[in-house]
């Protein structure tokens, strides 16, 4: 048997997604039509032998409920949310909940970033690990030299790929392989999380004065275990061939939203939409979602990289290019919207224009509308940023609208 655990933090964690991240836990924030999470969960449910899912994060238990049910119905394998009484690191949170997550003495714990955008090749890593030996394999990437310094940076043996050193967001360039925050364990990364707890409470080696910046109780999977055990033969890392990026911006989501829907086209391409504008359906262009209970006028085009989730509607002549479009959304008559995120119940006035500011593909950024934002009739909306409840009835650029 083997278990997953997806790590998703908690509220302090998500400040780069407001205003969306006001009322949605950033890891349920729709990417390809999908939940965040949904995919590494997806991805999860193709492991062989899976026996449980588990979600480790400081966000209240009732923000989880619904969706960890659903999803639990959906694919038939129990998930389960477990909340922190406060953070304990990546490391620490995953010790904290040992004994649940060994419950069913799985032979081997997956550990998945929720902020990451891959194809997941958990059974890869799984296999590959159980070659090496160890206690754990890592999934890591080539990135460029200038990107490589945002992330865990590490040598592996060409031959072995053993893990030889491992830098985490180093100051000075070190590698240009990289961890993508995907990993495999043996029951043993909690004797080793342990390990390391004993060292914080022995205070005569003044190990956690001397090198440890966080509080005692807080363990980094990356600085406290990872780095450490590298070169000791315990860990070995898997190269990912496949796409993966990080997601921590929401200009970063809507590039992943694209990756998943093209990635769609392989494994679910029922999800995708087709149209060419008649018998009642609008153009389609390229990859799109479009959930079944949104209606969208005839005369609309739509695409490429668009998703569009439930009940919004679409009026005639609109024009939505680059965009995730959240539920109970309306998109009135002759409207454009390219480069952009509109929250939740959000409305769009006629011949109103919503797109980001310049070259979205150089900066990433996009504008967002928050929840329940009113864009008048004829109200251009560039490069901004506005915030829940705001109706805006004059024009505004690269502005953040408080
Ligand atoms: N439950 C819980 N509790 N989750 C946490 C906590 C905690 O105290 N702290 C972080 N997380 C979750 C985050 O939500 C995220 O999914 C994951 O753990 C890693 O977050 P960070 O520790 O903030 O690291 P990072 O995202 O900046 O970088 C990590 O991921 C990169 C790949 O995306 C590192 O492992 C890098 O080396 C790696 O390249």
Redesign the pocket.
């Known amino acids: 048997k083997v278990v997953s655990v997806i790590?998703?933090?908690?509220p302090t964690?998500g400040t780069r997604f407001r205003p969306l991240s006001f009322n949605t836990p950033k890891p349920l924030i729709p990417l390809a039509g999908q939940p965040m999470i949904h995919h590494p969960i997806s991805a999860c449910k193709k492991i062989s032998n899976l026996a449980q899912i588990f979600l480790?994060?400081?966000y209240e238990e009732r923000e989880f409920a619904l969706y960890v049910s659903s999803i639990s119905n959906e694919l038939k394998i129990p998930v389960r949310y477990l909340k922190?009484d406060k953070?304990?690191?990546?490391a620490?949170?995953l010790y904290h909940f040992r004994d649940r997550i060994m419950e069913e003495k799985p032979s081997h714990v997956f550990l998945l970033?929720?902020?990451?955008c891959c194809s997941f090749p958990l059974q890869g890593i799984l296999d590959a690990h159980r070659r090496y030996g160890g206690i754990g394999t890592m999934l890591v990437i080539k990135v460029s030299a200038e990107a490589a310094s945002q992330?865990?940076e590490l040598i592996a043996d060409p031959d072995t790929k053993e893990l030889l050193h491992y830098t985490?967001k180093p100051e000075t360039f070190v590698s240009d392989l990289?961890?993508?925050?995907v990993y495999v364990f043996t029951s043993d990364i909690f004797n080793a999380i342990e390990g390391v707890y004993s060292q914080i409470r022995d205070t005569s080696s003044n190990y956690q004065s001397a090198t440890r910046s966080v509080p005692a109780d807080f363990v980094?999977?990356?600085q406290d275990i990872l780095s450490p055990l590298a070169g000791k033969k315990q860990l070995y890392t898997y190269e990912n061939k496949d796409f993966w990026e990080?997601i921590k911006t929401p200009g970063k989501s809507l590039k992943c939203s694209a990756l998943y829907l093209s990635q769609f086209r392989q494994t679910s391409p029922h999800l995708l939409a087709s149209g060419d504008g008649t018998n009642r359906r609008p153009m389609i262009i390229g990859d799109v979602y479009i959930h079944p209970s949104a209606k969208l006028h005839q005369t609309a085009k739509i695409g490429p990289n668009v998703s569009i989730s439930a009940n919004v509607r679409v009026g005639p002549g609109a024009r939505l290019i680059n965009c995730i479009i959240l539920d109970d959304v309306e998109i009135k008559d002759n409207a454009v919207v390219i480069n952009s995120i509109i929250g939740w119940k959000s409305s769009i006035g006629r011949w109103s224009r919503v797109q980001a500011s310049g070259d979205y593909n150089e900066r990433l950024g996009i504008t967002i509308l928050g929840e329940a934002v009113t864009v008048e009739d004829e109200v251009a909306v560039i490069g901004s940023i506005v915030l829940q409840n705001k109706t805006l009835n004059v024009s505004v650029q690269d502005d953040i609208i408080l």
């Open positions: 790590m998703v933090g908690g964690k480790i994060g400081f922190e953070p304990h690191g990546s620490g949170a970033n929720c902020d990451v992330f865990g985490e990289i961890n993508c925050g980094r999977l990356d990080q």
